[in-house]
């Protein structure tokens, strides 16, 4: 098993954990620090804002009743055992792919935690800009993002392996 964890993607297993754990204590510190909707400025467009997301992304389906819970739970578990999955299929030389998995994976079982645990999502990052205000988030979001962000950067950049050409009068039928 080890020498699989080695030589496989899953040796990035540990950012995965570290931004798990970096995502969970956060929202422990917003829970046992704000009141719900309170905040506290940082600086005159950055706030801590203790918010409840009910939904997905921006608060999509967020009151269509409860069903959606189960519905996003559901999606970020098989998520996760698919990046896992894509994890240990792929060798550990490959960096930047397995770097995105990782944190995809953690920002997954991150939110699902919360709504495991709580029915809704801990959200508590919160940027106004005066003339745009920010859905407020999560380490867990910032984790999806930059891995979907790494991934889309791999496929316009990443090498692409050559496809080998037949010599001339050899056709394999």
């Known amino acids: 098993m080890a020498e699989i964890i080695e030589k496989s993607g899953l040796r990035w297993l540990w950012l995965a954990a570290i931004m798990l754990a970096f995502d969970q204590v956060t929202k422990y510190w917003t829970i046992q620090s704000l009141d719900l909707y309170e905040s506290y400025k940082i600086s005159s467009f950055f706030s801590f804002t203790y918010a409840r997301n009910y939904g997905a992304a921006f608060s999509f389906l967020g009151d269509a009743g409860g069903w959606q819970r189960y519905l996003f739970t559901a999606i970020a578990i098989l998520v996760s055992g698919y990046l896992v999955y894509?994890?240990?299929?792929?060798?550990?030389?490959?960096?930047?792919?397995?770097?995105?998995?990782?944190?995809?994976?953690?920002?997954?079982?991150?939110?699902?935690?919360?709504?495991?645990?709580?029915?809704?999502?801990?959200?508590?990052?919160d940027f106004d800009l005066g003339f745009y205000r920010w859905p407020t988030?999560?380490?867990?979001?910032?984790?999806?993002?930059?891995?979907?962000?790494?991934m889309i950067f791999e496929s316009f950049f990443a090498k692409q392996a050559k496809p080998i050409k037949q010599p001339k009068g050899n056709k394999n039928v």
């Open 86 to 125: 894509l994890l240990k299929k792929n060798s550990s030389a490959e960096r930047w792919i397995n770097c995105a998995y990782a944190l995809i994976l953690s920002g997954a079982l991150g939110n699902v935690i919360d709504r495991i645990m709580f029915g809704y999502v801990v959200d508590f990052l």
């Open 137 to 150: 988030f999560n380490i867990a979001d910032i984790a999806i993002f930059i891995g979907a962000a790494i």
